[in-house]
Nanobody, 115 residues
Framework: QVQLMESGGGVVQAGGSLRLSCAASGTIVSLNAMDWYRQAPGKQRELVATIARGGSTIYANSVKGRFTISRDNAKNTVFLQMDGLKPEDTAVYYC?????????WGQGTQVTVSS
């Protein structure tokens, strides 16, 4: 059974940086997009960034120019480099892997940005 494990969350001051990682514990065949979502208290989960298997990326307007998503296909791993963090970036961050007909979610990692 495939499990996704995030790492790299923590507490950082505004303007600081964090790098999130998400790796799959098992083999995923026909893996397509890899995504990062986040959910702040009292808010709906939102898409932060997505990267296709070929490397094309899409970002939420709120993180453009500050966050960078990348992936290592050989290791089934996705990364999220977060620079210029703001208090409004505080949330639980989840990775999501897509394949035809299904997908996988990580358990989430807390990111807290203090002002």
């Amino acid at each position: 059974q495939v499990q996704l494990m995030e790492s790299g969350g923590g507490v950082v001051q505004a303007g600081g940086s964090l790098r999130l990682s998400c790796a799959a514990s098992g083999t995923i065949v026909s893996l397509n997009a890899m995504d990062w979502y986040r959910q702040a208290p009292g808010k709906q989960r939102e898409l932060v960034a997505t990267i296709a298997r070929g490397g094309s990326t899409i970002y939420a307007n709120s993180v453009k120019g500050r966050f960078t998503i990348s992936r290592d296909n050989a290791k089934n791993t996705v990364f999220l480099q977060m620079d210029g963090l703001k208090p409004e970036d505080t949330a639980v961050y989840y990775c999501h892997f897509s394949k035809p007909g299904s997908g996988y979610w990580g358990q989430g990692t807390q990111v807290t940005v203090s002002s």
